[in-house]
């Protein structure tokens, strides 16, 4: 009786498990079918059409003030301009087993009101939807942030579709995205695989900080920091970050050099190691760092303190005694607080910006402040004050 009701249990089981891979059969078929009609895109290029640019920027007589709200208007009312979105996908031959790959180019440009009309002209076009599933990074054109209209359009779309993901890396096309994506001659294949290449090879960084589409939608709906994005231009026909754009309160401000952007990422914990010279022939690389901010009330404005601790290693040169190792301590603290103070003063001057990102943190640090702030973030980012103190000890001096 036990033998015989083993029996069935195993019949059953057995049948269950046939209906499985049954039902496994068809859906890796199915599959396989939508794979067909899909492309896959490893990096997107976003620009504004240049000619609609130029001409909402020309057609007017009006103040400046004026200007910027007939502009407001025309783009609300639907006359933003057109974009001009570049995909880069996968060569296909390189990577498939038999060297037969789908009639997709590697490189396509395709114009549209926004991301919807242009996805549907890719559709329409090719027969093939868009599947961002395997996406490296997007590069934005600096024209799309001077239209915020289109700019909050295309992270809505990005918002609302489930593949795209928030941690793409983001990027800025120095110039044009488009340029950006058609450098593939000395990229051997793929922008978007070169991109992710290159970005990962920088050791400079905690955890891979890298700015990414999610951090740019945080801006858009909070408008609370300060968003460093790296900026690409062509070099031997290779992009490469020359600079930093600098977008604050999702108002974009104008590009840092990569010196200055470097300064900020000290102030704000994010680097792994920075690279001093505190004279000609002596070149110290600073490991271990730490960096606090606490932010107090100094009169009436904000005042930033940045404490920055690390262990120093000499480069290039040599110091031979203990002495020569203390009056090198000395210096790099001198000379790099010195910078940082003279960094954020210029940097405050000419973009309105705060070099350490105090803004963000301001809620748990200073709860009177916040209150103060917390619907100006602008006006906090001009007001407030900041003093360093650095703190280097050297390693290997013998």
């Given at each position: ?21 049954i039902g496994m059969i068809h859906m890796s078929g199915c599959a396989s079918t939508e794979l067909e009609q899909r492309s896959f895109p490893l990096a997107v290029g976003i620009d504004l059409q240049e000619e609609d640019v130029e001409a909402l ?56 009101a926004d991301m919807y009309h242009v996805e549907k002209s890719y559709e329409n076009n090719t027969n093939r939807v868009l599947d961002y599933n395997h996406m490296k990074a997007v590069v934005l054109g600096e024209n799309v942030f001077s239209d ?154 904000p005042l930033v303190t940045v404490r920055i601790t690390g262990k120093g290693r000499l480069k290039t040169g040599r110091i031979s005694s203990v002495s020569e190792q203390y009056q090198l301590e000395k210096k790099i603290e001198k000379q790099l ?62």
């Open positions: 009786m036990n033998s015989e009701k083993y029996g069935k249990k195993m019949m059953m089981k057995a049948q269950t498990a046939l209906v499985l891979a920027a020309g057609d007017s007589e009006t103040s400046p003030g004026e200007a910027a709200g007939e502009d407001v208007f025309r783009r609300e009312a639907g006359n933003s301009p057109d974009l001009v979105v570049s995909y880069d996908f996968p060569d296909l031959a390189q990577i498939s087993e038999k060297g037969k790959t789908v009639d997709t180019a590697m490189g396509l440009s395709l114009e549209g915020t209209v289109q700019l909050r359009g295309i992270l809505s779309a990005w918002e609302q579709r489930e593949a795209s993901a928030r941690n793409t890396s983001l990027l800025i096309g120095s110039g044009s995205a488009a340029e950006i994506l058609s450098l593939t001659e000395e990229t051997e294949g793929s922008m978007g695989t070169y991109l992710e290449e290159m970005l990962e090879s920088q050791k400079d960084f905690k955890q891979n900080k890298i700015a990414t589409v999610g951090n740019l939608m945080n801006q858009w709906h909070n408008q609370d920091e300060l968003l460093l994005i790296p900026v690409l231009t062509g070099e031997g026909n290779r992009p490469a970050i020359t600079g930093y754009a600098a977008v604050s309160n999702f108002n974009y401000q104008g590009i840092l050099s990569v010196e200055d952007a470097m300064k900020s990422f000290l102030c704000q914990n994010l680097l792994e190691k920075f690279t001093c010279e505190p004279s000609r022939n002596l070149a110290v690389e600073i490991s271990n760092i730490r960096a606090k901010k606490t932010v107090t009330m100094e009169g009436n404005l607080t010195a910078d940082l103070a003279e960094t954020a003063g210029r940097l405050q001057q000419e973009y309105g910006i705060d070099l350490t990102n105090s803004y963000i943190s301001l809620g748990g640090q200073n709860r009177g402040l916040y209150r103060i702030y917390r619907d100006y973030p602008d006006a906090y980012n001009q007001e407030a004050r900041q003093a360093f103190q650095v703190e280097i000890d050297m390693l290997n001096w013998e």
